[in-house]
C-alpha cells in the first residue's frame, strides 16, 4: 500500500467497519480506502502513481494469463469465531477463487462495503514508505486467513516475493506465518505455483 500510514487502536466495543467510515469521512474529498488490521485502524495517504502503475501492470499479467477473476480495490473482511470483524483489507491486487455469489454480495451489503476474504485464491502487495505494514501484520493476517498464495513486491528491499504454505500454530492470527518464501530480485522474473503464471517485476526497476 502506500505512505506513512495514519494508525489508531480500536476499542474492543466499537465495529472496525463503523471506524473505518469515519476514517474515509475525515479525509474527504481524498479518495481513501481505511483498513484495519491486528486490532488497529489504518488511514493510508494517497499513494503515488508508481505504486499504482506497478500494483495495475502486475493484475493486468494475471489477466492476459486468463485469470479473469483478477482484480483490484475491492475490501474483504476477515472475523473471529464469534463474529465480530477481525480484519478488514484492501489488497494492492488479487484473484478470486470464484465470481461473487448471491451470498456474497448480501454479505457484502450487511458489512457495508466488505466481502468475505475466504474468496481471495491470491493476494498482493505493493510496498511503499510503509514497508513494513505488508511485510508484518499483512503477512500474518494474510497467512491467519489461510489465503494461499501472497506476491509482495518489497521496494524498500528490491526484492519479490512468493508466499505459500500459510501456517496458523494456534489460536492466535498475529502468530501466522507462510511456510515458504520463493524470493528474487527486484526486475527479474517471479515464479508462482501452477496455476499462476510468472510475473515480470522489471516494471518495478524504475522507482
Not at 495517504?45 to 495495475?56: C, L
Not at 504454505?165 to 507462510?178: H, I, K, M, W
Request: hydrophobic content about 35%; proline content about 12%; overall charge negative.
Amino acid at each position: 500500500m502506500s505512505a506513512e500510514p495514519i494508525m489508531e487502536p480500536v476499542m474492543p466495543q466499537v465495529d472496525p467497519i463503523d471506524l473505518l467510515i469515519a476514517f474515509e469521512k475525515a479525509a474527504s474529498p481524498m479518495p481513501i480506502r481505511a483498513e484495519y488490521i491486528e486490532g488497529t485502524g489504518i488511514l493510508p495517504p494517497q499513494p503515488e502513481h508508481r505504486h499504482n502503475a506497478g500494483a495495475f501492470k502486475l493484475a493486468v499479467q494475471f489477466s492476459t494469463a486468463g485469470f479473469a477473476l483478477a482484480g483490484m480495490c475491492n475490501g474483504y473482511r476477515a472475523a473471529h469465531p464469534d463474529g465480530r470483524t477481525m480484519t478488514l483489507v484492501v489488497p494492492d491486487f488479487y484473484v478470486l477463487r470464484r465470481e461473487p455469489t448471491e451470498l456474497d454480495e448480501s454479505y457484502r451489503k450487511t458489512h457495508k462495503g466488505w466481502y468475505p476474504i475466504d474468496m481471495l485464491a491470491l493476494v498482493g502487495e505493493v510496498t511503499s514508505t510503509n514497508h513494513e505494514t505488508d511485510t508484518g501484520p499483512k503477512f500474518r493476517t494474510y497467512a491467519a486467513a489461510g489465503i494461499p498464495v501472497y506476491v509482495l513486491i518489497d521496494r524498500h528491499s528490491r526484492t519479490a516475493h512468493c508466499y505459500t504454505d500459510p501456517v496458523l500454530p494456534g489460536e492466535d492470527p498475529t502468530e501466522a506465518y507462510y511456510d515458504t518464501d520463493t524470493k528474487v530480485d527486484l526486475g527479474d522474473p517471479l515464479p508462482l505455483p501452477d496455476p499462476y503464471p510468472t510475473l515480470d517485476t522489471a516494471p518495478f526497476l524504475t522507482d
